[in-house]
T-cell receptor, first 111, second 112 residues
């Protein structure tokens, strides 16, 4: 039981590049979400999903896309990276209304 | 606007002290309040509270929720250096769908 896994752990991009952050969970959780964490700002919700085929926006969705084709996977796509997207990204999953389990995070730097 | 506010922002204590961390919230359709501990990595779950006035306890940590006054406290007794971390409060709310809103956290440093 691996829990929530994220890849890559670290990534450096140039402005304008695109990339996908991967997230997978093996706990059969319906709810999955992406957060970014910046110094002094806590965790801010980017996008979330309540099941396969269903996604919705959180507080800070601009510049990011998500899809949920399976229960297990919830990738986050950066369409055209900007320095303002430099952050630590966490993926989390839970049963609906339950405690969230977090992945180890991806530290992204955009130059 | 829905929000979760934690106080204090940071705290420095000595080993053996007792600390109280605060979390107040303003959200519509409240469902739950969760506490997490974050050391230099992903947050780890501590407690989830849904009912007012019922204390959750785990070792030296305890937490209680007041749904009338819209706040929760996290108590840590006999603090140890291993308690040094950022403590995050999150509120789960449901309006058609389910979301969590996090506070900015309280940074606790425990000195030996």
């Amino acid at each position: 039981n691996a829990g929530v896994t994220q890849t890559p752990k670290f990534q450096v991009l140039k402005t304008g590049q695109s990339m996908t952050l991967q997230c997978a969970q093996d706990m059969n959780h319906e709810y999955m979400s992406w957060y970014r964490q910046d110094p002094g700002m806590g965790l801010r919700l980017i996008h979330y999903s309540v099941g396969a085929g269903i996604t919705d926006q959180g507080e800070v969705p601009n510049g990011y896309n998500v899809s949920r084709s399976t229960t297990e996977d919830f990738p986050l796509r950066l369409l055209s990276a900007a320095p303002s997207q430099t952050s630590v990204y966490f993926c989390a999953s839970s049963k609906m209304g339950g405690e969230q389990f977090f992945g180890p995070g991806t530290r992204l730097t955009v130059l | 606007e829905d929000k979760v506010v934690q106080s204090p922002l940071s705290l420095v204590v000595h080993e053996g002290d007792t600390v109280t961390l605060n979390c107040s919230y303003e959200v519509t359709n409240f469902r739950s309040l969760l506490w997490y501990k974050q050391e230099k990595k992903a947050p780890t779950f501590l407690f989830m509270l849904t009912s007012s006035g019922i204390e959750k306890k785990s070792g030296r940590l305890s937490s209680i929720l007041d749904k009338k006054e819209l706040f929760s406290i996290l108590n840590i007794t006999a603090t140890q250096t291993g308690d040094s971390a950022v403590y995050l409060c999150a509120v789960g709310w449901a309006s058609g769908t389910y979301k969590y809103i996090f506070g900015t956290g309280t940074r606790l440093k425990v000195l030996a």
